[in-house]
């Protein structure tokens, strides 16, 4: 029987997950309100505070989600984490690209509520600073000619901003990964300062 409850609590907290993303997607997340999601999900308000404190508290766990799913295409075959090889850089804008087209929604809420909350806005950094200073890495390993750490930074911006309004996709993301290939110095880029 509690297998059971606890499989029925899973299912509910998946539901209001993919509720919360739906409504964030037609009216915004700093819009959306607890009864919005609830409604969505068909359950009742009360079902919600069984899983999640706050909304905030359910961004986070979106969040968590999109860190566990980039830590599987991480470990996908094709992945190379030497950025001297263009096809690695590209493999990264590919799939960062894919990523932020699949989730603009609840990457986009997480943009607005670090714009109205310092505290979820520092939560939210040290929950993706891994997977940037892993980014960092990877592009170190081309001996960059800036600091590593700040490119991964570059690199996840201009992706994200590319990916929401470019609709030709293979040209877009070829054209970038030239740029962040050759931006980073592991390129055919002469003269580059050191």
Do not use: C
């Not at 899983?51 to 599987?72: I, M, P, R």
């Amino acid at each position: 029987m509690a297998g059971v409850r606890k499989q029925q609590a899973a299912q509910t907290e998946a539901e209001l997950k993919a509720a919360a993303v739906r409504v964030f997607e037609r009216i915004g997340y700093l819009n959306a309100k607890i009864t919005d999601i609830t409604a969505e999900a068909g359950r009742a308000t009360g079902s919600f505070y069984k899983h999640f404190a706050s909304k905030e508290q359910l961004l986070e766990a979106l969040l968590v989600d999109l860190l566990a799913e980039g830590d599987e295409s991480a470990a996908a075959e094709g992945h190379s984490d030497d950025f001297r090889d263009r096809a690695a850089v590209r493999y990264h804008v590919a799939a960062y690209w894919d990523f932020y087209r699949r989730h603009r929604a609840v990457v986009e809420a997480l943009r607005q509520a670090a714009i109205v909350d310092e505290g979820f806005a520092e939560r939210s950094r040290q929950m993706m600073e891994p997977d940037l200073a892993h980014l960092a890495e990877h592009i170190a390993k081309a001996d960059p000619a800036g600091d590593p750490y700040v490119l991964a930074s570059i690199f996840a911006t201009l992706v994200s901003g590319l990916a929401e309004p470019w609709a030709a996709d293979d040209d877009a993301v070829e054209t970038l990964t030239t740029f962040i290939h050759n931006g980073i110095g592991a390129g055919p880029v002469q003269d580059r300062p050191r």
